[in-house]
């Protein structure tokens, strides 16, 4: 089983930057598949990102070229930066580890883009 723990959210002005970061626990994370997604209020949890155990990266076309998923499987981490952020990327931010059949979130990190 694998604990995942998001950080890096908080308050930023629109075109700023954050670059958020989501550690797993336990072992074997270079095995998994990772995702990034988030969730706005009244909203459905839309995907975000997502990059491989063998490393290649999908963007949802809502953040293409502003968003850049990489993971450092020495870390066991995986990060989402984030780039030319406007208000409407507002939401939390869910990190999901699929391995298999099974998938792991974790609780999420707060993301405010706002003047």
């Known amino acids: 089983q694998v604990q995942l723990v998001e950080s890096g959210g908080g308050l930023v002005q629109p075109g700023g930057s954050l670059r958020l970061s989501c550690a797993a626990s336990?072992?074997?994370?270079?095995?998994?598949?990772m995702g990034w997604y988030r969730q706005a209020p009244g909203k459905q949890r839309e995907w975000v990102a997502s990059?491989?155990?063998?490393?290649?990266?999908y963007y949802a076309d809502s953040v293409k070229g502003r968003c850049t998923i990489s993971r450092d499987n020495t870390k066991n981490t995986v990060y989402l930066q984030m780039n030319s952020l406007k208000p409407e990327d507002t939401a939390v931010y869910l990190c999901?580890?699929?391995?298999?059949?099974?998938?792991?979130w974790g609780q999420g990190t707060q993301v405010t883009v706002s003047s």
């Open positions: 999901k580890g699929s391995f298999g059949p099974l998938d792991y």
């Open positions: 336990g072992s074997m994370f270079s095995n998994y598949d």
């Open positions: 990059i491989t155990s063998g490393g290649s990266k």
